[in-house]
């Protein structure tokens, strides 16, 4: 991890849906080589802040600084072109349902890196495959994998384009224990194989204490205590401590 | 009142949004192409077969009314009137709304309420141009093509009948039929097809893209899309048919 360089940077940022404010001023760093987890209850915002950090939202305030770019500054094609480096892991996977796995993989290559030739498009594809351990799934349509293996090829989809940072929504829910143990290990060795930088929002205590170098707490749209996975929760704020023994108690 | 207004204005950006985008590069010349597939080819057997039922039922139908005044003669050109300037195009919009304007409505819905077009998105792609104008310029390019072939076909089912009863030859038949004919009722028939395609891609595209509220929303999605988009295209009928008439003839 460098601490030299943040990869990512809010300041000050807040987003409203008519009259619900979402975040209220949330200043987040994301160091290269980090993964920081964002923790928080259903509706606390989560899925908001990497909507923004994606530039798939605006926020209403504040700053969004992303490769050092100012997402509010930039137009539709260089938008475009800094969202080539950034991977987004859907929640729902969001694999294309009319397309192959193979076309899903290769869809956003085609688009982005037109001078490939159709071999080095398909060495991509049997790449990230490998990585993600699902070759035998080349010509499957979405319909015909499990939940697991949509994460996997949604992960891998992201992976084609080499993305600098990861954005993970949700990466294990909906998914039984074991399935998810697995997506927390790749998470951890996309981070090591393609050196990237996460931010990865979930609710699941295993998969932030699996996967995350720092933990932030989301509640109510602001961060309530960020650090280790020990240190967060060493707090004796009583939404921490509900969150955790909620977590804890839905576990056991 | 205010909701219908706000959707109104909504549908206006919509449109407007199209003209910006359709007209500036890059284009999406593969999935256009697709689309062509998608909404002409997958059309024609239903198109092929509803023209020519059309055509043999009208002239039956038509046939007994004739004989009573001894007008059965007449039968080729007024099949080619009601084919041609009103049949045609009307009946090949509404199985185009029914066939893909639904198909249309609950693919993006299906896609918006799945994260898909986000998913899009942050891939560099703009999902607008992509699914969006592709779609409605393929309805706008195939759905005059589908209406001149079902108006073709529709006079062939008219010539089995009129065959059947007066032994008339194909060449005798095309030539009456066109007697009563014009160019302006080509041109009409193209550019009112191409009317109703636009508003079918458009209702769908608009009405997908907008999809909500996880299934339910898709399904809403698809039926809005052909209830809307049927609706306008007899608007659209009623409006042009007054303008040609007034202005045109």
């Not at chain 2, 049949?87 to 993006?108: C, D, Q, R, Y």
Request: net charge neutral; charged share 20%.
């Amino acid at each position: 991890m460098d601490r030299e360089k943040p990869v990512i940077v809010l300041r000050n940022v807040h987003k409203s849906f008519g009259n619900l404010e979402v975040l209220k001023g949330i200043d987040l760093d994301v160091f290269k080589g980090e993964n920081v987890v964002v923790l928080g209850r259903s509706g606390s915002g989560k899925s908001v802040l990497i909507k923004i950090i994606a530039g798939l939202l605006k926020p209403d305030k504040g700053s969004v600084r992303v490769l050092g770019e100012e997402i509010d500054r930039l137009n539709p094609r260089e938008l475009q072109a800094l969202r080539s480096k950034i991977g987004f892991s859907f929640q729902s996977s969001a694999l294309y349902d009319g397309m192959n796995v193979r076309a899903n993989l290769e869809f956003p290559l085609v688009r982005n890196r037109r001078d490939l030739t159709r071999k080095d498009i398909d060495q991509a594809v049997a790449k990230v495959l490998e990585d993600v351990g699902l070759s035998q799934t080349i010509d499957q349509m979405p319909s015909q994998l499990s939940g697991g293996q949509k994460k996997r090829i949604g992960i891998a989809r992201t992976l084609i384009l080499q993305p600098e940072i990861m954005l993970y929504d949700e990466p294990t829910a909906g998914l039984d224990p074991v399935t998810s143990v697995d997506i927390n290990e790749l998470i951890r060795e996309v981070q090591q194989l393609y050196s990237t930088s996460a931010v990865i929002i979930t609710h699941d205590l295993t998969c932030a204490r699996s996967t995350g170098d720092r933990l932030i707490m989301l509640s109510e749209g602001r961060f309530l205590r960020q650090g280790s996975f020990g240190e967060v929760f060493e707090s004796a704020d009583p939404k921490i401590r509900d969150f955790y023994n909620y977590n804890f108690i839905t576990k056991t | 009142m205010k909701a219908f207004f706000l959707r109104v204005y909504a549908v206006v950006e919509f449109i407007g949004r199209f003209f910006r985008e359709a007209f500036v590069p890059p284009y999406e010349y593969k999935e256009v192409l697709n689309q062509f597939f998608e909404v002409g080819i997958r059309s024609f057997a239903i198109i092929t077969l509803t023209g020519f039922i059309t055509g043999l039922v009208f002239t039956k139908q038509s046939r007994s009314s004739l004989a009573e005044f001894g007008a059965t003669s007449w039968l080729p050109s007024l099949m080619a009137i009601a084919i041609i300037r009103g049949l045609a195009p009307l009946v090949t919009a509404l199985i185009v709304a029914g066939k893909v304007g639904s198909n249309i409505g609950a693919e993006l819905g299906s896609m918006k309420v799945t994260e898909q077009i986000e998913a899009m998105e942050v891939s560099s792609t703009n999902p607008f141009k992509f699914l969006v104008v592709s779609r409605i310029l393929a309805t706008t390019c195939i759905l005059p093509v589908l209406a001149t072939f079902m108006g073709f076909m529709g006079m062939l089912g008219a010539f089995l009948n009129v065959y059947r009863n007066e032994q008339t030859s194909l060449a005798t038949f095309f030539q009456a039929a066109f007697a009563r004919i014009t160019f302006l009722d080509i041109y009409v028939l193209v550019f009112k097809s191409a009317v109703y395609g636009f508003t079918i891609g458009v209702t769908g595209c608009f009405n997908g893209f907008q999809a909500d509220q996880g299934t339910v929303g898709v399904g809403r999605a698809a039926n809005t899309s052909v209830v809307v988009s049927m609706f306008l295209v007899f608007v659209e009928e009623m409006i042009i048919v007054s303008l040609v008439n007034n202005y045109l003839k």
